[in-house]
């Protein structure tokens, strides 16, 4: 066979090529297939942590620890729309919405948890989020997110580390189309959150 013929130029490269994808394909599937549970239960348990975060409910590191509390103290409602009933230690509950907006990359996916009498804040959890590392990403820091707790919407944005009244909230320096973007899907979630949950 000629080294430059037809079948040595076109069609021995195309069954290469074609060898080697499939090949590439099987290895990218099994790996998806024999890590796909995993994937799954690591997501389920960030969900459970992120929706104690909201209600302001501490957890341990331990995923067979957190499983527990999630189980002993989290009620999964769905009258029309999904929100989470939260059981805190002196006996009162803790309503927890997810709600979504657009960031500045993206979706942000939020849980935001609210008092028994739905006009206050406990927390918000950030469960996804695909801002800038550094600026915007920085909504997922502790500060940032402990700044909730207690306060009453609809809010208004303030330079970082000026907010003082229950209706302000910080901005995050250098990331002001998040802090934006955070402030709306907040304040949606201050409207929608009790109308939710109250079944409206």
Known sequence: ????????????????????????????????????????????????????????????DDFREVTALYEASVTEVSDGQLYYRVAQPDGSFTYVVPIEGAGL?????????????LDELTGIGIFSQNETPGLGARIEEEWYRMQFVGKRGPFVLVDEG??????????????????LAMRDIINEAVTLGPAIVRGQ
Not at 10 to 32: K, W
Not at 163 to 178: L, S
Request: aromatic content about 10%.
């Open 105 to 117: 990359w993206g979706a942000i996916s939020l849980l935001v948890g609210f008092t028994e009498s």
């Open 162 to 179: 000026m907010a003082d009244a229950p209706d302000e909230i910080d901005a995050i320096t250098g990331a002001t189309r998040t802090s």
């Open 1 to 60: 066979m000629k080294k430059d013929g037809f079948y040595a130029l076109r069609i021995y490269p195309l069954v290469f090529m074609l060898m080697v994808t499939v090949v590439c394909i099987s290895i990218v599937t099994g790996l998806f297939l024999s890590t796909k549970e995993r994937v799954e239960a690591n997501e389920g348990l960030f969900l459970r942590k992120t929706i104690l975060q909201a209600a302001n409910i501490p957890y341990p």
